[in-house]
């Protein structure tokens, strides 16, 4: 009998959402940032992490938290910050757009006199109670391309009151699928 109870308990709990999200798509043109901030400016960049504030709260899906700010990596993620510290993969403390080992396009490349040639930067845009965060990752490379061809761009917007998550997803240059990606690549 308690071994019945625990089972009927379990799927009850799994029943639950953890992520109270809705999925819809739809195809406009691409537009690049104009006027954000640019991370890592002229620096060939690989497997890096910085703290970036939204500039107004956003309830994150991770134990419903509001966060006013999020650390961002070169993985093609956003993730929760947390008590000012910098959590990796914990459930529901992520947002992802891409799952791959992105870097600066110029990394790999064994010239070492070619300059930077990707960016990551973010702006907050709009007026107090519907701004939108944004995160675009340009041009960006993958860490296993060798040939410093493939190349990818997205965005991750983030907007105020109603808390939705919006993916924009620009041109794809990608000759080596699995390569690139590790069996990975665009991630929601």
Same mark, same amino acid.
């Given at each position: ?17 953890? #992520? !109270?999200? &809705? $999925? ?15 991370? $890592? ?10 703290? %970036?504030?939204?500039? $107004? ?29 910098? %959590?990796?993969?914990? !459930?529901?403390? *992520? ?12 990394? &790999? /490349? !064994? ?8 960016? %990551? ?5 709009? &007026? ?15 860490? /296993?391309? *060798? ?5 990818? &761009? $997205? ?7 109603? /808390?939705?998550?919006? #993916?924009? #997803? ?15 690549? !665009?991630?929601?």
């Amino acid at each position: 009998f308690l071994l019945l109870i625990l089972f009927i308990g379990m799927l009850e709990a799994q029943s639950q959402v953890l #992520y !109270p999200y &809705n $999925f819809s798509s739809n195809t406009t043109a691409y537009q690049p940032l104009v006027g954000a901030t640019t991370l $890592f400016q002229g620096e060939k960049w690989d497997d890096t992490v910085a703290y %970036i504030p939204i500039g $107004f709260s956003f309830k994150w899906a991770y134990d419903n938290y509001s966060t006013d700010s999020v650390w961002i990596d070169t993985y093609g993620i956003l993730h929760a910050k947390v008590d000012s510290i910098f %959590i990796w993969g914990f !459930p529901g403390s *992520t947002i992802s757009g891409y799952w791959a080992d992105l870097c600066d396009l110029a990394y &790999n /490349n !064994p010239d070492s006199t070619v300059p930077a040639q990707s960016s %990551i930067s973010y702006q907050t845009t709009g &007026n107090a109670g519907s701004r939108i965060f944004k995160v675009e990752y340009k041009n960006c490379g993958f860490y /296993n391309d *060798t040939s410093a061809l493939d190349a990818v &761009n $997205f965005q991750i917007w983030l907007y105020e009151g109603s /808390n939705v998550i919006e #993916y924009h #997803y620009g041109k794809q240059d990608i000759q080596d699928i699995e390569l690139d990606f590790d069996a990975t690549g !665009p991630h929601i």
